[in-house]
């Protein structure tokens, strides 16, 4: 009878064979080419994303609903009510003399954003005395309502152009002799469309990186091949880098395609380094990637995968700093927060693509985004299950 | 090396608070054909598992291929052949690509000729490109079989391995795993079949997670001592009535035209049977040797009695 030194902890690091993580990689790889709705799906994402969000910064939004409040009934706010219900830009769903109206209608939802005119304003105008427009926009849909204030500028803008004409022609030129003065309600931050489409990356590979290495495992053991695959001499590590390796190239792809739409589309500066852009995106990718496969080691079938994943899905998407400012959030979403890679990875990419920051600007985040994915790694592995148990 | 390939005593394996395995020894020599039996549910999966490693016993231990079965499962995996009783390979991988990727996990030099020789065994080199899950179940199990050998194991352990096979697969089959055990490879090999089990060297047969017998295959029926008779004729129906009803018949079993009463106790069953030959003058009744048919449905319903 032979004796073996016992099995250490992490035996299963050291004692690889890279011919067992290619045969991995290489199956995995295999796979992923047959299926190829998953395939198209991971590749089609980052472009549809891309264009839905796109659209909404990027395309004039036309027919928002507007609600008009007129303090005073002249010639010149007449001829503004017409140029706005002629515009496609607004429907103008009423109007109304009482501030009070207005305001009802911008909290039940019936109306995107109320403009206000002022008593006194022709006058006022006439005078030279830049009076106000008040534009209030229901920024809870922040998107949108950036899109309408824009667009509510634009019209007020194109409004008196015409009026501005004869003995009055001296108010034409800019600056405009009135002031629009606009309030953002719930909302006062606003996102602007630049920050949108880099963050829109992490997003897009949060969601693919995570989803697709959250069932590596659990499909496996759905199918049955799970059995098979354990009565080889294969280690849990092999395992774990050869299946997620193919994931890092889907990563890469998803990358260029939005690097490639951001600028042809959207015009996006990518100002910094793009080695650190380059370093940051592939911690960022293997984060993702072992935080599926952990998921994958817990779940024991897909649709719990699924839920899992989701569950994770949502902190990305709300205590990262996309949605709401990182600063602005309560201590404990932050300590959370902090603990996402999406978070870390959001802080760079905004700092490269928008400030121009070089590598030494963005290592106070690019080492958490290391030290998350080792404790991911590790974790992954310990959870692996060796037996059928 | 020692030359019990299995050696494992008292395994023992719970799921929740049900005992599936209870204290299960097991001794297999080098070569042998071992054959597993028992009922749907009596564990004989769980227990194959144990012996590769893929389940953790609660109590037990033992040596296969003289390693540690708790703690040098890599060391068993890398010389076993375990073939699922479930197709296991990967249903979008093709042949060839299912072969390839096996041998790269056991480390296998001389890869493609392997594969190629695989291949041409199983008559399978023309549609080596085929997806493994395009392929009818006989072949299934045939690509199973070549999978679980292309790493030269020196033991097999095969799990229902020709279950919902046709009959010609099923010799073949055979044929195979007796020329293996010819070269040294030692098989435990789960079945249903009884032209199976009588082809094995041994019979180990488990119910309910307890092993009943484990003997060579020949010594059975004299250990069981199991007496038949054969009652033929009309009208059968009425006859196999009664002798559901007789005491001292044990097991009535229907074959074709024929029903065969078994018994533990000759003289009793000899008395049952000859009181339905006078309530029933038109049928035919005669002696017969008990076969493993009848010995083994006689275990499966004595273990339903016991456990139910
Ligand atoms: N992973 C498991 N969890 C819970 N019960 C199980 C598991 N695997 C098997 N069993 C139960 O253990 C018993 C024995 O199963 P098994 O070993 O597959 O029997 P056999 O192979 O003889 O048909 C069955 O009742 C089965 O339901
Ligand atoms: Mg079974």
């Known amino acids: 009878m032979t004796t073996a030194p016992r099995a250490s902890p992490f035996s299963a690091l050291f004692d690889l064979s890279w011919a067992r993580v290619f045969a991995v990689f290489l199956k995995e790889l295999v796979q992923m080419r047959r299926d190829r709705p998953t395939f198209a799906i991971m590749i089609m994402m980052p472009v549809m994303q891309l264009v839905l969000f796109g659209y909404a910064i990027n395309t004039d939004p036309r027919h928002l609903p507007a609600v008009v409040e007129m303090r005073e009934d002249g010639p010149m706010t007449r001829a503004f009510l017409a140029s706005l219900t002629q515009s496609t830009y607004v429907d103008i769903v009423a109007v109304t003399h009482r501030a009070e109206d207005g305001e009802a209608m911008i909290r039940a939802g019936q109306a995107t954003f109320l403009i206000s005119i002022p008593e006194g304003f022709e006058r006022r105008l006439v005078r030279g005395e830049r009076p106000q427009i008040l534009i209030a926009a229901d920024a809870s849909d922040p998107v949108a309502a950036g899109g309408a204030l824009a667009a509510v500028q634009q019209v007020a803008a194109q409004a008196f152009a015409p009026e501005f004409q004869g003995s009055l022609a001296f108010l034409a030129p800019a600056p405009p002799p009135y002031e629009i003065v606009v309030h953002r309600r719930y909302n006062p931050a606003g996102v602007t469309s630049f920050n949108i489409v880099p963050a829109l990356l992490g997003v897009i590979l949060t969601m693919t990186m995570v989803m697709i290495t959250s069932i590596a495992l659990t499909r496996e053991t759905e199918r049955g091949t799970m059995e098979n695959l354990l009565a080889t001499p294969v280690r849990p590590a092999e395992v774990m880098i050869g299946k997620t390796t193919p994931y890092v190239f889907v990563g890469a792809i998803q990358v260029a395609i939005v690097l490639i739409v951001a600028t042809l589309l959207f015009q996006i500066p990518f100002t910094g380094s793009f080695l650190a852009f380059l370093i940051a995106v592939t911690l960022f990718i293997l984060a993702n990637l072992m935080l599926g496969y952990l998921i994958s080691t817990v779940a024991r079938t897909q649709m719990q995968a699924m839920q899992m994943t989701f569950f994770i899905f949502l902190p990305s998407i709300l205590l990262s700093g996309f949605m709401f400012p990182f600063r602005a959030m309560p201590a404990w979403a932050q300590v959370i927060g902090e603990a996402l890679p999406i978070t870390h990875f959001l802080r760079i990419v905004r700092e490269i693509v928008l400030k121009g920051a070089g590598l030494p600007d963005v290592i106070g985040d690019l080492w958490p985004l290391t030290v998350i994915l080792l404790v991911l790694a590790t974790l992954a592995l310990l959870r692996f299950r060796r037996t059928l148990d | ?308």
């Open chain 2, 1 to 308: 090396m020692s030359d019990t390939v299995i050696d494992v005593r008292g395994l023992t394996k719970r799921f929740g608070d049900r005992t599936v395995v209870d204290h299960f020894d097991l001794q297999v020599p080098r070569g042998a054909i071992y054959g597993f039996l028992g009922p749907n549910g009596s564990g004989k999966t769980t227990t194959i598992r144990m012996v590769c490693g893929l389940l953790k016993p609660e109590s037990g231990d033992g040596e296969v291929l003289g390693f540690d079965v708790l703690r040098e499962s890599l060391k068993i995996k890398e010389r076993v052949g375990y073939m699922t009783q479930r197709f296991s390979l990967y249903e979008d991988l093709s042949i060839r690509e299912n072969l390839e990727f096996i041998s790269r996990l056991y480390g296998l030099d001389r890869r493609a000729e392997r594969v190629d020789a695989s291949l041409a065994d199983l008559g399978l080199i023309e549609r080596q490109g085929q997806l493994a899950g395009k392929l009818s179940g006989g072949w299934k199990q045939r690509l199973a079989l070549a999978a679980c050998m292309i790493h030269e194991p020196e033991l097999l352990l095969l799990d229902e391995p020709t279950a919902g096979v046709d009959p010609k697969a099923r010799r073949d089959f055979w044929d195979a795993i007796r020329r293996y055990s010819a070269q040294g490879v030692t098989t435990l090999v789960s079945t249903h079949y009884m032209d199976e089990a009588v082809q094995c060297d041994s019979i180990a047969y488990i119910a309910y997670g307890k092993k009943l017998i484990d003997s060579p295959t020949a010594d059975i029926p004299k250990q069981i001592g199991l007496y038949g008779w054969r009652v033929a004729g009309r009208p059968l129906m009425r006859a196999q009535e009664l002798l559901e009803q007789s005491p001292g018949v044990e097991l009535v079993a229907r074959f074709g035209a024929e029903i065969h009463a078994c018994g533990k106790g000759p003289a009793a069953l000899e008395r049952a049977v000859r009181a339905v030959k006078a309530a029933e003058p038109h049928v035919e009744i005669a002696p017969i040797e008990a076969g493993f048919e009848e010995i083994f449905i006689y275990l499966m319903s004595g273990a339903m009695d016991n456990f139910q």
